[in-house]
T-cell receptor
Framework: EAGVVQSPRYKIIEKKQPVAFWCNPI?????LYWYLQNLGQGPELLIR????????DSQLPKDRFSAERLKGVDSTLKIQPAELGDSAVYLC???????????????FGPGTRLTVL | GNSVTQMEGPVTLSEEAFLTINCTYT??????LFWYVQYPGEGLQLLLK?????DKGSNKGFEATYRKETTSFHLEKGSVQVSDSAVYFC?????????????FGKGTLLTVNP
């Protein structure tokens, strides 16, 4: 079974440029998460989707970040414009989506490493 | 709010040595506890988990016991291998309606030398 797929794996851009990350979750997984991982830190949740609905975007900086999950499968996270401080790894994860179940394991993709110059 | 504190690394061991990575947490209610591992160039993988007090999670020779009285979930392995070299993250998920939200520690880099 294929895991969570993310692309690109690496991205280098200049500040003020836009950037987008793509995620394809595990087939059949209804819940999709985007995390931000700064160097030397653990991941922090940015946004969670249940199917196509963003049910928790409280940690997403909405002035420059946006996300979508059309048709409740693939998702795109966008930053516009990027700032130097956005350099980090952006992780996507998915789970079956059994809300309230302690066994709803999150499976992570390899991440996209963003460098903003 | 919820928080996880884990042993700072890096940790360097020789092959077949005993491993302990300490993890303590602060949370309301009854969180579930996890250890994730991140091998170089790969995403996080769930290593083991425990969902209630006194549960022991185990996988690939690693073990951790959910200790509510000490709010701890220390990771142990009796004999490490070079292939165990990775970053290890302790995490918890909230209880009830927020049980999807993982709170991670900062990670501990483990290097095992032959």
């Amino acid at each position: 079974e294929a895991g969570v797929v993310q692309s690109p794996r690496y991205k280098i851009i200049e500040k003020k440029q836009p950037v987008a990350f793509w995620c394809n979750p595990i087939s059949g997984h209804n819940t999709l998460y985007w995390y931000l991982q700064n160097l030397g830190q653990g991941p922090e949740l940015l946004i969670r989707y249940e199917n196509e609905e963003a049910v928790d975007d409280s940690q997403l900086p909405k002035d420059r970040f946006s996300a979508e999950r059309l048709k409740g499968v693939d998702s795109t996270l966008k930053i516009q414009p990027a700032e130097l401080g956005d350099s980090a790894v952006y992780l996507c994860a998915s789970s079956l989506g059994r809300t309230g179940s302690s066994t709803d394991t999150q499976y992570f993709g390899p991440g996209t490493r963003l460098t903003v110059l | 709010g919820n928080s996880v504190t884990q042993m700072e690394g890096p940790v360097t061991l020789s092959e077949e040595a005993f491993l302990t990575i300490n993890c303590t947490y602060t949370a309301t209610g009854y969180p579930s506890l996890f250890w994730y591992v991140q091998y170089p160039g790969e995403g996080l993988q769930l290593l083991l988990k425990a969902t209630k007090a006194d549960d022991k999670g185990s996988n690939k020779g690693f073990e951790a016991t959910y200790r509510k009285e000490t709010t701890s979930f220390h990771l142990e392995k009796g004999s490490v291998q070079v292939s165990d070299s990775a970053v290890y993250f302790c995490a918890l998920s909230g209880s009830g309606g927020s049980n999807y939200k993982l709170t991670f520690g900062k990670g501990t880099l483990l290097t095992v030398n032959p």
